[in-house]
T-cell receptor, first 114, second 112 residues
Framework: EAAVTQSPRNKVTVTGGNVTLSCRQT?????MYWYRQDTGHGLRLIHY???????QIGDVPDGYKATRTTQEDFFLLLELASPSQTSLYFC?????????????FGPGTRLLVL | QQKVQQSPESLIVPEGGMASLNCTSS?????YFWWYRQHSGKSPKMLM?????GEKEEGRFTVHLNKASLHTSLHIRDSQPSDSALYLC????????????FGDGTVLTVKP
């Protein structure tokens, strides 16, 4: 099965703090995604990318930046964290990003903004 | 506006029973439906996908799709306690991007 890793697994920060969440996939997948999951909700897409240097806006991008430095690495940046960004964050990857492609998820990062 | 609606929000079935979960798209431009399963504290894992009318069976799991009504359903027969999880329905739309839009999920509990 496709391997996607995330770090850190847990993070606590204060309002206004700077946070970077990391994601790495070693599957040679082209597409990578960042989602957030809140209690009572499914996953909501923040940003995604189809290759190094590329960034596409998702459905809930406000307050988030992202950067894809290599094919393997995708970062999510919260430059002025707010309590509303307390959530469970998942990274995922897929081969070609097509409508038939399965997305494989990492283990998640739980973020608490105080 | 939520594009993918799931029902019920939660479901309790006895061990060995049949669980039926529903999912509907409010956008007619849907291409694929996906079912993901997420055990507590874990990440979502793809269970099944379907894009053509009819049904698809894999072991104890059967997925139905009615494209005219934009409705898919997941049926789990001979449910086991290990099937207890959050079941997420997702859809891709004809944008050629493969972006998934998720519903809020159904929490399934299988009682021994």
């Amino acid at each position: 099965e496709a391997a996607v890793t995330q770090s850190p697994r847990n993070k606590v920060t204060v309002t206004g703090g700077n946070v970077t969440l990391s994601c790495r996939q070693t599957n040679s997948h082209n597409y990578m995604y960042w989602y957030r999951q809140d209690t009572g909700h499914g996953l909501r897409l923040i940003h995604y990318s189809y290759g190094a240097g590329n960034l596409q806006i998702g459905d809930v991008p406000d307050g988030y930046k992202a950067t894809r430095t290599t094919q393997e690495d995708f970062f999510l940046l919260l430059e002025l964290a707010s309590p509303s960004q307390t959530s469970l964050y998942f990274c995922a990857s897929s081969v070609l990003g097509g409508i038939q492609d399965t997305q494989y998820f990492g283990p998640g990062t739980r973020l608490l903004v105080l | 506006q939520q594009k993918v609606q799931q029902s019920p929000e939660s479901l309790i079935v006895p061990e060995g029973g049949m669980a039926s979960l529903n999912c509907t798209s409010s956008d007619r431009n849907v291409d694929y439906f996906w079912w993901y399963r997420q055990h507590s504290g874990k990440s979502p894992k793809m269970l099944m996908s379907i894009f053509s009318n009819g049904e698809k069976e894999e072991g104890r799991f059967t997925v139905h799709l009615n494209k005219a009504s934009l409705h898919t359903s997941l049926h789990i027969r001979d449910s086991q306690p290990s099937d207890s999880a959050l079941y997420l329905c997702a859809a891709t739309y004809n944008t050629n991007t493969g972006k998934l839009t998720f519903g809020d999920g159904t929490v399934l509990t299988v009682k021994p």
